[in-house]
């Protein structure tokens, strides 16, 4: 069983930085796809960027040119760039890994970190 663990959440500035991390316990490379969601206060959870194995990324509408997806298959470790944050942006941050086979597959997820964008 592998273990995403996030961090790098805290309080930022609006128009500041951040970087997020979720580090695994094991290989990402057996991952297909793995992406960041967040839950924003009094909303629903909702997919925030994404990045499959190959490296291809997408992205919200809301982060697009603002954030940045990546992973390092040596480290084990997406990250999620954060620049220009806004007040939107504040909510609970997700990492997600997905494993897929022939037949099923399995979801990973890490307990969240918390981003507070502050105005």
């Known amino acids: 069983q592998v273990q995403l663990v996030e961090s790098g959440g805290g309080l930022v500035q609006a128009g500041g930085s951040l970087r997020l991390s979720c580090a695994a316990s094991?290989?990402?490379?057996?991952?297909?796809?793995m992406g960041w969601y967040r839950r924003a206060p009094g909303k629903q959870r909702e997919l925030v960027a994404g990045i499959t194995s190959g490296g291809d990324t997408d992205y919200a509408d809301s982060i697009k040119g603002r954030f940045t997806i990546s992973r390092d298959n040596a480290k084990n470790t997406m990250y999620l760039q954060m620049n220009s944050v806004k007040s939107e942006d504040t909510g609970v941050y997700y990492c997600?890994?997905?494993?897929?086979?022939?037949?099923?597959?399995?979801?990973?997820w890490g307990k969240g970190t918390l981003v507070t964008v502050s105005s």
């Open positions: 094991g290989s990402i490379a057996r991952f297909n796809t």
């Open positions: 997600n890994a997905k494993e897929r086979w022939l037949v099923g597959g399995l979801d990973y």
